[in-house]
Nanobody, 128 residues
Framework: QLQLVESGGGLVQPGGSLNLSCTNS????????YAWFRQAPGKEREGVACLSRSGSTANYADSVKGRFTIVRDNAKETVFLQMNNLKIEDTAVYFC?????????????????????WGQGTQVTISS
């Protein structure tokens, strides 16, 4: 069930930056934890970054640590993924996902099953 809308993808050169946005059209934004996953052609969907409903816990895949930052703007009910120093291997479709967990600090990247609500994805292409 799609209730999230991603935007901000595009084509950039290696070393460039993109800022992805995820807006929540109907889901309960304030009680949700959010995550960004990505899927490259021929590969499984993998977790990239997540942020707890309280905003106090964030986790990142090792491949993006120090380059990507996930933040939430509660006033805009939007979650952002700021991506810097992009690499060719970051090329993928990026998906926003949400879940309303009982824990304020829950934030997981190990499984897509944890997240019942998804967006349609936005293409990110890194190429020279």
């Amino acid at each position: 069930q799609l209730q999230l809308v991603e935007s901000g993808g595009g084509l950039v050169q290696p070393g460039g930056s993109l800022n992805l946005s995820c807006t929540n059209s109907r889901f309960n934004y304030e009680t949700s934890a959010y995550a960004w996953f990505r899927q490259a052609p021929g590969k499984e969907r993998e977790g990239v970054a997540c942020l707890s409903r309280s905003g106090s816990t964030a986790n990142y895949a090792d491949s993006v640590k120090g380059r990507f930052t996930i933040v939430r703007d509660n006033a805009k009910e939007t979650v952002f993924l700021q991506m810097n120093n992009l690499k060719i291997e970051d090329t993928a479709v990026y998906f926003c996902a949400a879940v309303s967990p009982p824990s304020y600090t829950f934030c997981g990247l190990d499984s897509t099953i944890r997240y019942p609500t998804w967006g349609q994805g936005t293409q990110v292409t890194i190429s020279s």
